[in-house]
């Protein structure tokens, strides 16, 4: 009998860096349930490519019941979910003295109280699997820190923090949980970095250049399909911006 397929779930797969971790997973002939908020048309192009083996769901970090609707939506389709990518994710910029209070709670609670609830929902799901696997998208900011970036640095250590604890909860059911934290990469986030900006953060790079979306993929994938004897880890992949 051939092996089952493998199942994923991918937040935020319309665009940028979630985009191309669907493409990769799919090219390996995992089965994705990619997510979209706005971007329904971005995402329903990216399924055409890969026929049958590319779902497009409409999910909301922000939304407490899309965390529920969107894992039922992927067991009722194929009955399993064995890997999970918790890439969307909302950034506002703005010093703590001048970034609106509301906004700036709002990226915590997105950001965490998201990861927390979409965790949540897999996990039945991930302990059914016989290699369950959770990757989170974290930040390079959230290890060293940004002038301008409080809230969005303060929920991406958040997200770390979570990461390791839920992989001390979840390892006896052999899940892995990992986290990835990329640096500056070209995607819609950093397209209104300016020029002044963008060439002081490219003097600061070891590689000398934003990231492109398919790198960072590839170092997602492994965490999910091929780091089978690592968990709680954190992989950066930054081009050397954090050293
Ligand atoms: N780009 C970077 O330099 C960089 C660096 C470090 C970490 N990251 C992290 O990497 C992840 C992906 O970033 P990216 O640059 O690829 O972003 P992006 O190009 O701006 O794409 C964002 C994706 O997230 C979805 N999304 C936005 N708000 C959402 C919400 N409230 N609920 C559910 N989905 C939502 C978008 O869906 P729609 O388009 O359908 O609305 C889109 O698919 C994020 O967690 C980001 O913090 C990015």
Known sequence: MSEPYRTALVTGGSRGIGAAITRQLAERGVRVACTYRTGRPEAAALAAEYGDSVLPVQYDLAQPNSARDVISTVLERWGRLDSLVLNA?????????????????SVLESNVGGTARLSREALPALQASDGGSVVLISSAVGLVGFAGDTAYAAAKSAMIGFARSLAKETGRDGIRVNVLAPGFVETDMTAAVGDRARRRITDDLILRRFGEPGEIAKAAVFL????TYCTGIVLTADGGWSL
Not at 89 to 105: A, E, K, M, P
Request: glycine share 24%.
């Open 89 to 105: 994710g909302v950034w506002r910029g703005g010093r703590l003295g001048t970034i609106d209070h509301g906004d700036w709670w």
């Open 224 to 227: 999910s399909e091929d780091a």
